[in-house]
């Protein structure tokens, strides 16, 4: 098909790549051994001596990064993955599959920027982006990176070539936050790429995250996620549903590198004068606490003892207006430990 009847597709596409982004980074396969693997370190770690010796007074890390973004950008293209979704052609599922069709959306982007930076010998961590919608519906999400040289951590957004750049010096998203709007003047970006033209023609704003303003953020997967309740029980006096819809199905913490941490969830506007908490679990690993909290008052369950299917947890305590949290207190020395669920009922 052509470039420009793949150019029609936006609303699938929008769905592709800030709905299932998130999802792919955190399971997308890896082998490191298969060529198209192979080859894209070579050539990397070629282009990053290269740069470093003719630029001996820049950051190695940084030239590393701003390579490792720009081979993605190009080897690993939203639009091939477009082309080949409308062709009902094998999406690919691996880093390897992505480096050898050419094709990816944010997630598997993001994926293979974490696997190839651990040759480059660059420190990363993911940067989860969580857009709350009028309804849990219409969320939607989006992923970069952060790589960590000169004392710090520095955001790249691998979809759109872009990393931000104050006074000469790359920042973190949570600095690209905190500046606002001002931030997009600090924005250098690969304007260039046919599918950030494509989404300029559209009318739609790529960096969108710089000053959305419903939005969660997970730093190498560790933050909170607030569910909003599912419309089709608002209203109701008999109990209220909560769904994680286009954000996290976990609880605690999934992985031991050091830079990364736990998701916890906030339960936002819960019906008062409830006392039933009923999580829908899918599965656990590891050990730990569930903590289900509300201001000073708690109670605590051994993630060992959930089932999967319905767990029904009689709080010692009233709830009242106001929102309710819930996080995995982990043992020590630390350890995985995470619960999967599909939905949380209050009644």
Request: hydrophobic share 40%.
């Amino acid at each position: 098909m052509h470039a420009n009847v793949q150019l029609r597709i936006l609303p699938i596409l929008l769905a592709l790549v800030f709905i299932a982004n998130v999802e792919l980074a955190n399971a997308i396969q890896h082998d490191s051994t298969s060529p198209a693997f192979t080859a894209a370190v070579e050539q990397l770690n070629e282009e990053v001596q290269q740069l470093s010796l003719r630029s001996p007074n820049t950051q190695r890390d940084f030239i590393a990064a701003v390579s490792l973004m720009n081979y993605i950008q190009r080897n690993v293209s939203p639009l091939r993955y477009s082309v080949l979704a409308a062709a009902k052609k094998p999406l690919p599922t691996s880093v390897n599959q992505c480096l050898t069709s050419g094709a990816g959306i944010c997630g598997s982007q993001v994926a293979c920027f974490l696997q190839l930076a651990l040759p480059l010998k660059l420190r990363v961590r993911p940067v989860e982006i969580y857009f709350h919608g009028a309804t849990p519906n219409e969320n939607s999400s989006h992923i970069g990176v952060e790589v960590f040289f000169d004392n710090r951590w520095n955001f790249f957004d691998v979809t759109w070539g872009t990393y931000f750049q104050q006074e000469n010096q790359t920042i973190s998203f949570a600095d690209v936050r905190k500046a606002g709007p001002q931030s997009r003047r600090w924005a250098v970006t690969n304007q260039t790429d046919q599918w950030f033209l494509h989404w300029k023609r559209a009318g739609l704003d790529p960096l969108t995250y710089i000053d959305a303003p419903q939005i969660d953020i997970l730093y190498g997967r560790e933050g909170t996620i607030r569910i909003h309740q599912n419309p089709d029980t608002a209203g109701s006096t008999t109990e209220a549903e909560f769904k994680p819809v286009h954000q996290p199905t976990f609880i605690g913490l999934n992985s031991l590198n050091p830079d990364y941490g736990a998701v916890a969830i906030t339960l936002m506007d819960i019906p008062a004068n409830k006392q039933q908490f009923v999580i829908d679990v899918s599965g656990t690993a590891g050990k730990g606490k569930l903590v289900i909290a509300q201001s000073d008052q708690l109670v605590t369950v051994q993630i060992e003892s959930l089932k999967t299917g319905e767990n029904s947890i009689r709080l010692p305590f009233q709830l009242t207006d106001g929102n309710l949290s819930i996080t995995l207190k982990m043992v020590k020395p630390r350890q995985i430990g995470y619960v999967v669920y599909s939905k949380i009922v209050i009644r």
